[in-house]
T-cell receptor
Framework: AQSVSQHNHHVILSEAASLELGCNYSYGGTVNLFWYVQYPGQHLQLLLKYFSGDPLVKGIKGFEAEFIKSKFSFNLRKPSVQWSDTAEYFCAAPQTTDSWGKLQFGAGTQVVVTP | GAVVSQHPSWVICKSGTSVKIECRSLDFQATTMFWYRQFPKQSLMLMATSNEGSKATYEQGVEKDKFLINHASLTLSTLTVTSAHPEDSSFYIC?????????????FGAGTRLSVL
C-alpha cells in the first residue's frame, strides 16, 4: 500500500521568501500525485495534480511541483510567498493502483508566512 | 469548479445521542464519496468509501455499526455517528469524485466539527 511522507511539519518564512515542501511516496507504479491546500477555516482545495506528461506541473496561485520518478518525489514550490499562503499543505497519492479514488494523505505541513 | 456542501459545519451533542452529517455535491453527480476524519494537527484519515446505491466500504479499524453511511443518490451521502461518545469528537470531512474520468480528483466539503459532551 502507498505511504506518503512530508518532510516538514511546520515551516515559518517571511513574505517574498521562496518555499519548497518535500513529498515522497512509496508505491512505484503509475501514480497520480496531488497537492491540496487547507486555508484556515476553509475546506481542502486542489492546488495541482500530476497524472502523466511534463513532470513540472503548474497549479493555482503561482505554485508548481516537480515529479521526479527516480526519487519518488513530488515537491511543491513557490518562488515568492505571500502572507495569504499561510495554510496547511497536504500531499496525496492513490493508495494503490486499483484503489481507484482512495487517497493516502501525507501528515501535512503547516506553513506560516510572516509579513 | 465542483462544489461539495457539508452540513452542519458544527454540532454539539450529548453522549449517547446520534448525529447525522450530510454531504452534497451541488453541481455534479458523485458516483463515489469519501468520509475522512481529521484529528487536530494531523492528516486526514480515510474512514470509508461510499458508492451510490451500494454498501459503503470501511477502512480497517472503523466500526461500521458506529459510523453508518448511506449514499442514496448521486448527490447525497450521509454519515451518522450512532451513540456518540466524547472520543468520537473530531473533524469529519467528506469528498466526492465524479467517476473514472475524474482520475482520482476529489472535491472536499468544508467539514463538520463534532463535539460530544
Amino acid at each position: 500500500a502507498q505511504s506518503v511522507s512530508q518532510h516538514n511539519h511546520h515551516v515559518i518564512l517571511s513574505e517574498a521568501a521562496s518555499l519548497e515542501l518535500g513529498c515522497n511516496y512509496s508505491y512505484g507504479g503509475t501514480v497520480n500525485l496531488f497537492w491540496y491546500v487547507q486555508y484556515p477555516g476553509q475546506h481542502l482545495q486542489l492546488l495541482l495534480k500530476y497524472f502523466s506528461g511534463d513532470p513540472l506541473v503548474k497549479g493555482i496561485k503561482g505554485f508548481e511541483a516537480e515529479f521526479i520518478k527516480s526519487k519518488f518525489s513530488f515537491n511543491l514550490r513557490k518562488p515568492s510567498v505571500q502572507w495569504s499562503d499561510t495554510a496547511e499543505y497536504f500531499c496525496a497519492a492513490p493508495q494503490t493502483t486499483d484503489s481507484w479514488g482512495k487517497l493516502q494523505f501525507g501528515a501535512g505541513t503547516q506553513v506560516v508566512v510572516t509579513p | 469548479g465542483a462544489v461539495v456542501s457539508q452540513h452542519p459545519s458544527w454540532v454539539i451533542c450529548k453522549s449517547g445521542t446520534s448525529v447525522k452529517i450530510e454531504c452534497r455535491s451541488l453541481d455534479f453527480q458523485a458516483t463515489t464519496m469519501f468520509w475522512y476524519r481529521q484529528f487536530p494537527k494531523q492528516s486526514l484519515m480515510l474512514m470509508a468509501t461510499s458508492n451510490e446505491g451500494s454498501k459503503a466500504t470501511y477502512e480497517q479499524g472503523v466500526e461500521k455499526d458506529k459510523f453508518l453511511i448511506n449514499h442514496a443518490s448521486l448527490t447525497l451521502s450521509t454519515l451518522t455517528v450512532t451513540s456518540a461518545h466524547p472520543e468520537d469528537s473530531s473533524f469529519y470531512i467528506c469528498s466526492a469524485k465524479t467517476g473514472w474520468l475524474a482520475k482520482n480528483i476529489q472535491y472536499f466539503g468544508a467539514g463538520t466539527r463534532l463535539s460530544v459532551l
